[in-house]
């Protein structure tokens, strides 16, 4: 059985910073690409960041310069470092794997983040 295990959401005032964490179990992270999405109240769930397997990263407009995913496959997990909040980064941020080959896609719980002006 596959999960997407987020933590790391909370609490936290503009200009502070914030490292979510996504554990994946029951797949390999070799196999799939993994990103970080968010959905504001009210608005569409949109990408975040993204991270392939040789590590080539991409990033939302919004948050480049100020986030920063990253990965450990022999950890099964992802981490996306979020400095200089601002409270338009509110979201329930969620944890995706997409597979590189075929069309599995798994999606973790989400994690909220609040950021308090």
């Known amino acids: 059985q596959v999960q997407l295990l987020e933590s790391g959401g909370g609490l936290v005032q503009a200009g502070g910073s914030l490292r979510l964490s996504c554990l994946a179990s029951g797949i390999r992270l070799s196999m799939y690409d993994m990103a970080w999405y968010r959905q504001a109240p009210g608005k569409e769930r949109e990408l975040v960041a993204k991270i392939n397997n040789p590590g080539a990263t991409r990033y939302a407009d919004a948050v480049k310069g100020r986030f920063t995913i990253s990965k450990d496959n022999a950890k099964s997990t992802v981490w996306l470092q979020m400095n200089s909040l601002s409270p338009e980064d509110t979201a329930l941020y969620y944890c995706?794997?997409?597979?590189?080959?075929?069309?599995?896609?798994?999606w973790g719980q989400g994690t909220q983040v609040t950021v308090s002006s």
């Open positions: 995706q794997a997409a597979a590189r080959i075929g069309p599995r896609n798994y």
